[in-house]
């Protein structure tokens, strides 16, 4: 996807250098990150059940935003996201993801998603700052959830760290395939934990259907793919996208699974074959298992708070076959284990469980 992008009424123009002029765009506050830019977009430029644009900027880069139009965005009433300021934002974030098993470092670079969703919620609560949204808290347990549901940042594309892709399309599924096809198993059976809209999952549909099954034509995908987030969960099953999301695909698998014209063209129906999308929070549910394949990227170990990602570590490994591979995000870290894993792939986020 190329800049300028057009968000609502803003546009962000990517630059390789500047700052931020400040507010103004979207009403986000600073800090901008901005480098790699994804934007969100539902059904006709909205996040589905939010009633106006969504987006977020991250990485380090520094670019430059500027607004198309002094208005507010559509759906808000000028000044809306300004409910609580940045400092405020963090701040609240910082006392309260622990509460939820997160942690807050987790959302340093992502959070203008999260303070956008929470100043709007002020704004709907008719509270003027966040230490009344904390008395809110306090005094109201159902609270909690809203606030979680908030929490979901929800970036994700296809073929996201197209090398983590690329090795286990070259090397590390089909030796795997291999030792199935020894055993006489058809099935391969793959677990994405915090799919978001659908990304991650049928990246593996597809490059299961297009870089395996040539070589491993018995083979059958068989794919759980889980968030804890319903409205993403529908977008997934729809499975159309704006065509930036499929921007690190080969371009001749983006062609056979997407061959409509169009910005928003939606998955050929051939790669949703074998995949079921379920609702499920991770922290406190896991799939049986066992999976040839589990990705938990950029959830459990960026996300949660270290104790919880100890308590899940050991609970992905126990639901590999063994010699199955788990990976996780290409900035991500797993909390101290024992020595059921090992590194599959180098330096990249792909671990192989053991043989016992
Ligand atoms: C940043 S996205 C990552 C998507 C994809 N795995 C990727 O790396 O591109 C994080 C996703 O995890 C989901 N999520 C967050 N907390 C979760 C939880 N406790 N259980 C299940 N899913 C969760 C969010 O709803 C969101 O869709």
């Not at 700052?19 to 994804?38: L, S």
């Not at 709007?120 to 549901?149: F, I």
């Not at 892709?165 to 198993?185: H, N």
Request: aromatic share 8%.
């Amino acid at each position: 996807m190329e800049p300028p992008f057009r968000i609502g009424e803003a546009q962000v123009l990517l630059g390789p250098e500047g700052t931020a002029p400040g507010k103004g765009a979207c009403g986000m506050e600073p800090p901008f990150h901005i480098g790699e830019a994804q934007v969100l977009l539902g059904a006709g430029g909205h996040r589905p059940g939010e009633g106006h644009v969504e987006w977020s900027l991250h990485s380090a880069s520094a670019g430059r935003m500027f607004s198309s139009d002094p208005r507010p965005p559509p759906g808000t009433a000028g000044g809306e996201v300004h409910a609580m300021t940045d400092r405020d934002c963090v701040e609240l974030l910082q006392w309260a993801a622990p509460r939820l098993r997160l942690r807050w470092e987790g959302f340093r670079r992502v959070r203008g998603q999260v303070c956008k969703r929470l100043g709007r919620r002020l704004k709907a609560l008719g509270l003027s700052s966040a230490a009344e949204y904390r008395t809110r808290l306090e005094a109201d347990p159902s609270e909690w959830d809203v606030l979680d549901s908030f929490c979901r940042v929800t970036i994700s594309r296809f073929y996201r760290d197209h090398r983590v892709f690329d090795v286990l399309r070259d090397d590390l599924l089909p030796a795997l395939l291999e030792q199935s096809r020894a055993r006489g198993e058809h099935r391969f059976r793959v677990w994405s934990a915090g799919c978001a809209s659908g990304e991650e999952p049928y990246t593996v549909s597809v490059l299961f259907q297009m870089g395996l099954q040539p070589r491993f034509p018995e083979a059958k995908l068989d794919l759980v793919a889980t968030d804890a987030d319903e409205a993403l969960l529908e977008r997934a099953r729809r499975g159309c996208y704006p065509r930036g999301a499929l921007r690190e695909l080969p371009p001749e698998w983006a062609a056979a699974a997407f061959p409509e014209p169009g910005p928003e063209p939606c998955l050929a129906p051939r790669f949703r074959e074998g995949l079921t999308f379920l609702r499920q929070d991770l922290r406190t549910e896991l799939q049986d298992g066992p999976f040839h394949l589990v990705l938990c990227r950029n959830v459990a170990f960026t996300y949660f708070a270290p104790p919880l990602q100890r308590e899940v570590l050991p609970k992905l490994v126990a639901r590999l076959v063994p010699d199955g591979l788990l990976v996780i995000g290409g900035h991500e870290s797993l909390p101290e284990h024992d020595t059921d894993l090992e590194r599959a792939a180098g330096p990249l986020p792909v671990f192989r469980r053991r043989r016992s």
